[in-house]
């Protein structure tokens, strides 16, 4: 017998965890359903699907990741299953027999017209998965991206089961921050193609990089004027020593803390007292 987990995984959660354990084969959707059922709801997030893809290694063998279009979307759940063995088969694993672990919310075919009961009334074996919970209430991928906006980033790595972390380029900065004392790795996050991506708020964060505690503004620096950031951009400085990749290749840090929003200086003597008082904070646990 081949057991499927079946979702999107967003985030790769406590709940989605319990799901795969036990899987031979994750499916999952490179996009989110809700970008062609319903595009003004589709959600931001919290991971691009090659690092979804990477989290679900973790806890299952395989994963095969298909598209969500609408012709798949109006598949009836009979020809829904149909196409879970296709994938099945062709990840040459045992189609003859599937079991399916999935969440008590998990509906497929047109018009969610199929459960985890469907599967039974035709012959499948189906498992629903408790929802895992966090201060007694259930651990969801709209939760996390809520607590991300927020700033809570303990309740969101709670949740996640690991620390919240971001992943992008490193690009060359201004060199402004080492004039200060403060050297900076400056960090673009990765763009999801056809989605947006879930941020916490500008500001200054605890975080971590390789392990070693560092300290990170996210934002624009307002207060270098005319010099400040296009974009929204990591400035990441390490306290400790860690081993650090160059400009252009990839980076990924965990987020341990928001210490305080992003603002506007009176001047750069100001800015260079805040950060100090930063770099304090940040090692405050």
């Not at 809570?152 to 709670?158: E, G, T």
């Not at 990839?250 to 008082?277: H, N, S």
Request: proline share 6%; net charge positive.
């Amino acid at each position: 017998m081949t057991t499927l987990a079946i979702g999107f995984f967003d985030g790769v959660h406590l709940g989605h965890q319990a799901i795969l354990r036990g899987a031979d084969l994750a499916v999952t959707f490179r996009n989110h359903p809700l970008s062609v059922l319903a595009p003004s709801r589709s959600p931001k997030l919290i991971m691009a699907p090659e690092e979804r893809i990477a989290a679900l290694g973790a806890f299952c063998a395989r994963t095969h990741v298909i598209e969500f279009t609408p012709e798949l979307a109006i598949l009836s759940p009979s020809e829904f299953v149909d196409k879970l063995r296709r994938i099945v088969a062709a990840e040459g694993l045992c189609s003859d027999a599937i079991s399916v672990r999935a969440g008590a919310n998990w509906r497929f075919g047109k018009g969610g017209a199929g459960d985890a009961q469907w599967l039974r009334s035709h012959g499948f074996d189906a498992t629903v998965v408790p929802f895992a919970e966090y201060c007694g209430k259930t651990v969801s991928s709209t939760r996390i991206r809520a607590a991300i906006a927020a700033g809570r980033m303990p309740d969101a790595s709670a949740m996640l089961g690991r620390e919240f972390a971001v992943s992008g380029r490193v690009v060359s900065g201004k060199g402004l921050g080492r004039s200060l004392g403060f050297p900076t790795l400056n960090i673009h996050p990765d763009p999801i193609s056809g989605a947006e991506r879930i941020e916490p708020p500008k500001g200054v964060y605890a975080v971590s990089v390789a392990g070693a505690r560092a300290v990170a503004n996210f934002g624009v620096a307002p207060t270098l004027g005319a010099q400040r950031w296009r974009e929204a951009t990591w400035e990441v400085h390490l306290l400790e020593p860690a081993a650090l990749p160059g400009p252009g290749c990839e980076m990924r840090f965990g987020v341990r803390r928001f210490l305080r929003a992003e603002r506007k200086f009176g001047g750069i003597d100001e800015l260079k007292l805040q950060i100090a008082a930063d770099c304090v904070e940040a090692q405050c646990d």
